[in-house]
């Protein structure tokens, strides 16, 4: 019962494999070709066959969008948007750097307060004595 659950635990402490697009379609494309078979192939790919039939499943519901036609209009609405996200994405830049200097320049202004602080306390304590 041990081993089992030390198995569980190494699959969630184990990154997750990040696989291309073109290599899941050659994958499904090539194990569906497989002359021995889906289980063989995924085998000797690495791959569990769960996620070469989940990636099949995926590959067929959106086989339409493969030949399906994009209008000019949609196309330049996409342009669009892609510039947007760009134009935000610099705005994000520019805010995050300039958080950052504010709070470099807070924490040193504090770190010479706290020290101008200690100063004067000491200076006052060998006054009076």
């Given amino acids: 019962m041990d081993a089992y659950f030390e198995k569980e ?11 291309t697009s ?12 497989s002359t ?5 192939y995924c085998r000797r790919q690495g791959i ?3 996620q070469f039939y989940q990636w ?3 590959m067929i519901s959106n086989a339409d969008a493969t030949f399906t036609k994009v209008s000019k209009a949609t196309e330049r609405k996409i342009i669009k948007l892609e ?3 760009k134009r935000k994405d610099q705005i994000i830049v520019a805010v995050t750097e300039e958080a950052l200097e504010l709070k470099k320049n807070l924490r040193t202004s504090q770190i010479s307060s706290h020290r101008h602080r200690s100063k004067t306390r000491f ?3 060998d006054n009076s004595v």
């Avoid at 635990?9 to 696989?19: A, F, L």
């Avoid at 073109?22 to 070709?33: M, P, T, Y």
């Fill in 9 to 19: 635990k190494m699959k969630n402490t184990m990154p997750k494999q990040k696989y």
């Fill in 22 to 33: 073109s290599f899941k379609v050659r994958a499904v494309l090539e194990g569906l070709k």
């Fill in 36 to 40: 021995d078979g889906i289980s063989a």
């Fill in 48 to 50: 569990h066959e769960v």
């Fill in 56 to 58: 099949q499943k995926q």
């Fill in 83 to 85: 510039d947007e996200i």
């Fill in 123 to 125: 200076t006052q304590y």
